[in-house]
């Protein structure tokens, strides 16, 4: 019967399963069934009430905008008319804040702010330079050392903190410089960025995805058959003769082929275990990619003690402790008279605050907040703290390329297994990490999975050439970070 024995199941209901599934029953494959482990669909892109008004616990900004090429999210959002906003970075040297309070000078903050525009420039060219002169990957701290232009001031920490930590949800050390340094998402979509506020949720672009070819009812809800909420996959088992798949409530679903669209961090867990496990050279792979964890705090208050208007959405405090409530955004703009702050942490910071109860981290907040404006002002009245790295169904935020990853190490990421097909944002070569990346590597995991169906394609060489490598076993006792 329909739905017991599809095509194709779909394992996560995310922006890349839905967009796979989409692409897939666009081809004819209409035999599919979604198995997704929360009562929602969306996944990264999550909307929640906090204080009267409804923010994103997930993903905020539509990236790469006013650009040569269009973003397909871009496009969507416009389409459903979304509420978005144009978030203006570049007068940050006139809201850098001190350890102690008070702003910088904002000649001396400028002259900073230059001198990380001035490397970033540099290094994109050395990055270029690397690739043409087939040289290894080097990190972004290694492009600070070569141009010695290593922050090491508070303020020079900031705002690099600002810059990459931002964006890529890890530090420099971290981060390769071959595959961030120009970020493809800018370079062909343009450099602007969209903070979505609008109380149906940014992940009503997902809603509009599922829409295009699940069914809805009266009421415009999706009502699918092919869409099974609160499914927790815990096992894979896969063969030349199809896939059985099992969820946590004991149910069992069988199928010819599964594409699998949960985030890296999952798969770097035992939560869903392959039957036969995985192939060394596939976990090696899978374990070397990063899943950054990115942790946005709300914070309302009875009433602003910060300015507002131009030129005053972003500040940074420049604390001695790098990445100590660095980065912070006023809402004035997106949510008139709610009095919200954001304020945003990253990697370890993020971990740690995971860690520790709200009021903790409210007080924390407080204690910043004082040092930045005085004795004088209010104390917060409500908090949001989402909790990405602890949850089992994410396990971080997105992906970040590591420095020396290679691309032939990249490509065994997305690479199918027997019948088992891999999507989501980190298989996006070009895009990974951001929502754009989720939606098009669906499309291209569906494709190669539609070759295979229907033209009897499957596992072309691209995928097989690496697979006799000699790899290490992965461990099977993890060494979990404790703080
Ligand atoms: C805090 C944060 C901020 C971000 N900011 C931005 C931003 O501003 N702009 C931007 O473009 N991107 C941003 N991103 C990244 C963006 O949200 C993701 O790249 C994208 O949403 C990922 O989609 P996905 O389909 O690959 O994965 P997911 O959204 O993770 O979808 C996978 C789905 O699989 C489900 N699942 C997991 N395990 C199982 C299981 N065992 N069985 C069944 N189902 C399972 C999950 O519940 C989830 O619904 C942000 C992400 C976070 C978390």
Known sequence: SRGLSPTVIVIGAGMSGIS??????EAGIKDILILEATH???GRIKKTKFSGVFVEMGANWVEGVNGKEVNPIWTMANEIGLKSYRSELRNIASNVYKQSGGLYNESEAQKVVDSAEEFFNFSANVSVSLL??????????????????VPSTPIEKALEYFRYDSQQGEPPRLTSLRNTAPLPTFADFGDDIYFVADSRGYESVVHYVAKEFLTTNKAGEIKDPRLMLNKVVTEIHYSGKGIIVKSEDGGVYKAEYVMVSTSIGVLQTDLISFVPPLPDWKLLALDQFDLSVYTKIFIKFPYKFWSTGNGTEFFVYAHERRGYYTNWQQLENEYPGANLLLVTLTDDESRRIEQQSDSKTKSEIMEVLRNMFGDDIPEATDILVPRWWSDRFYKGCFSNWPVGLTRHRFNQIKSPVDRV?????HTSEKYFGYVHGAYLAGIDSANSLINCVKKKVCNPKDDQVFQDENVPVREEQRMVATY
């Open 132 to 149: 043409r002169n087939g040289v290894e990957d080097i990190s972004i701290l290694t492009a600070e050392r070569l141009r010695h232009k």
């Open 40 to 42: 929602r669909i969306g």
């Open 421 to 425: 097909y891999f999507t989501g944002e």
């Open 20 to 25: 796979a599934a989409k692409t897939l029953s």
